[in-house]
Antibody
Framework: QVTLRESGPALVKPTQTLTLTCTFS??????????VSWIRQPPGKALEWLAL???????YYSTSLKTRLTISKDTSKNQVVLTMTNMDPVDTATYYC?????????????WGQGTLVTVSS | AIRMTQSPSSFSASTGDRVTITCRAS??????LAWYQQKPGKAPKLLIY???TLQSGVPSRFSGSGSGTDFTLTISCLQSEDFATYYC??????????FGGGTKVEIK
């Protein structure tokens, strides 16, 4: 059974760095072709893809946010970590991690429940 | 970046209706398109990938079609549990992966 769970702070202050952890089970990120992405959704708005890391440790980022994002993985812990620097109130959103079973064609078959991050002083 | 445009952004329908949602890509994406359903307060759920392949466990009243730039999601007989927001996503070219703006299906 594949599961993913996001964890991290619910509230961050402007200019701070956000660190989110995706802990997953039921698959291995060392399996060829596997990948995990972070996707966010501001309240009442559409989904926005942020970053992806694959089994081979290749990393891909949103064009508009790439200077602020870092994605990494710890295969032994079944975790993927996303850091986002210089947080702003417009970054308030629910942040999801999701599994892509085929990095060459990354659609997302399993998602975490999401974690709401509010940016406010 | 490939821009995904969904239409309509929202509409009302009744149970039993046949409904169609459209997704248009700003450039050709072959069949590298997925559809998701999202209910309030929940994570998106994969319905269809490769434009027309039904994800395991998804009811057969859902179907997808299209290739290139124009795609449709059809629900053949709308059920009460289908009232939700639907998103398309292209995975033909990345980064970035891109989603459509969503289509909200509401009860008439």
């Amino acid at each position: 059974q594949v599961t993913l769970r996001e964890s991290g702070p619910a509230l961050v202050k402007p200019t701070q760095t956000l660190t989110l952890t995706c802990t997953f089970s039921g698959f291995s990120l060392s399996t060829s072709g596997m990948c995990v992405s972070w996707i966010r959704q501001p309240p009442g708005k559409a989904l926005e893809w942020l970053a992806l890391i694959d089994w081979d440790d290749d990393k891909y980022y949103s064009t508009s946010l790439k200077t602020r994002l870092t994605i990494s993985k710890d295969t032994s812990k079944n975790q993927v970590v996303l850091t986002m620097t210089n947080m702003d109130p417009v970054d308030t959103a629910t942040y999801y991690c999701a599994r892509g079973a085929v990095v060459a064609a990354p659609y997302f078959d399993y998602w975490g429940q999401g974690t709401l991050v509010t940016v406010s002083s | 970046a490939i821009r995904m445009t969904q239409s309509p952004s929202s509409f009302s329908a009744s149970t039993g209706d046949r409904v169609t949602i459209t997704c248009r890509a700003s450039q050709g994406i072959s069949s590298y398109l997925a559809w998701y359903q999202q209910k309030p307060g929940k994570a998106p759920k994969l319905l269809i990938y490769a434009a027309s392949t039904l994800q395991s466990g998804v009811p057969s009243r859902f179907s997808g079609s299209g290739s290139g730039t124009d795609f449709t999601l059809t629900i053949s007989c709308l059920q009460s549990e289908d009232f939700a927001t639907y998103y398309c996503q292209q995975y033909y070219s990345y980064p970035p992966l891109t989603f459509g703006g969503g289509t909200k299906v509401e009860i008439k």
